[in-house]
């Protein structure tokens, strides 16, 4: 295992200290691993794309193929309005949609690849204990979802890529 860290205070014991938005450093970073597990943020300066570019890249010419990433249930379909995401719909609750925007721009690059790819899609965000039972459904957020701990988050995605499960798929994750 190989944690990719951006600032010198996270470093320990098999990190890489890099840039993201550097694509030697993201190469360098990923050789000699087996599969990936990205958690970028956006930061409103296309960080989020750009570096899972690069990831996507250093994938296919490392020749790995399975990614699991954490990405917004922005980018999920619509429950009322399916046409669209939900970014787009009327169940959007955002003023902003930038983030979810960078996030869709990356599912749309992660389906044109030939990777074996996981989007998990959490609600929001929330600094709570891990509970280890959540509700998951494809393409779209569980019906009245509308929190999920970091924590849990990870551990499905972690499970995710451990059981090769949700090939191909956006997965929408909430209590």
């Known amino acids: 295992m190989r944690l990719f860290v951006r600032l010198p205070e996270q ?8 840039d993201v938005r550097n694509e030697q450093d993201v190469l360098e970073a990923m050789t000699g691993v087996d599969g990936v597990i990205c958690s970028l943020n956006t930061e409103g300066n296309g960080t989020l794309i750009r570096g899972m570019e690069h990831v996507i890249a250093a994938m296919q010419k490392l020749k790995l193929s399975r990614l699991v990433t954490i990405g917004t249930a ?3 379909q619509s429950e009322l309005q399916p046409e669209l995401l939900r970014y787009q719909s009327t169940e ?3 003023v902003n949609h930038d983030a979810a925007k ?5 599912y ?3 389906s044109r690849s030939d990777l074996q790819w996981t989007i998990i899609c959490p609600t929001r965000l929330v600094s709570l204990e891990q509970k280890g039972e959540y509700r998951v459904r494809k393409d779209v957020l569980p ?10 988050t990870a551990e499905l995605a972690v499970a995710a890529y451990l059981n090769n499960t949700f090939i191909r798929e956006r997965v929408g994750i909430s209590y």
Request: proline residues 3%; aromatic residues 6%; charged residues 15%.
């Open 11 to 18: 470093l320990g014991p098999g990190s890489y200290l890099g």
């Open 74 to 76: 922005g980018i999920l």
């Open 92 to 94: 959007n609750k955002r």
């Open 102 to 106: 960078e996030h869709e721009q990356v």
């Open 108 to 110: 749309a690059a992660l």
């Open 143 to 152: 019906t009245g979802g509308s929190q999920i701990s970091f924590a849990d």
